[in-house]
């Protein structure tokens, strides 16, 4: 069965740093792109980074770009994201996407990805 489990939130104050964490399994990790998606109340599910199979390709949203970044670790069939600088607005459920396109694509819509986490709570407070 496919699983993907996230980690690593929690509340923070602005400024502060986070590391979410991504584990995958019931996939062959490395046939799929991973992004990390955020939704906040009332919000649309919203891209924030993706990385393609190999980890040779980034994208980011430009809300993020600068302050996020994500990595993977194939050995480990994990995603991370990197959190600096956070602000209030980061504060969002945030989600681990797993998207087999066969390429080295980065995807931005999430109607793109075949598999999500449930996601674990980033809060940011001023």
């Known amino acids: 069965q496919v699983q993907l489990v996230e980690s690593g939130g929690g509340l923070v104050q602005a400024g502060d740093s986070l590391r979410l964490s991504c584990a995958a399994s019931?996939?062959?990790?490395?046939?799929?792109?991973m992004g990390w998606f955020r939704q906040s109340p009332g919000k649309e599910r919203e891209f924030a980074a993706a990385?393609?199979?190999?980890?040779?390709?980034?994208n980011y949203a430009d809300s993020v770009k600068g302050r996020f970044t994500i990595s993977r670790a194939n050995a480990k069939n994990t995603v991370y994201l990197q959190m600096n600088s956070l602000k209030p607005e980061d504060t969002a459920v945030y989600y681990c996407?797993?998207?087999?396109?066969?390429?080295?694509?980065?995807?931005?819509?999430?109607?793109?990805?075949?598999?999500w986490g449930q996601g674990t709570q980033v809060t940011v407070s001023s």
């Open positions: 996407a797993a998207d087999r396109s066969l390429s080295f694509r980065t995807a931005t819509n999430k109607d793109e990805y075949d598999y």
């Open positions: 019931g996939i062959t990790f490395t046939n799929y792109a």
């Open positions: 990385i393609s199979w190999s980890g040779g390709s980034t």
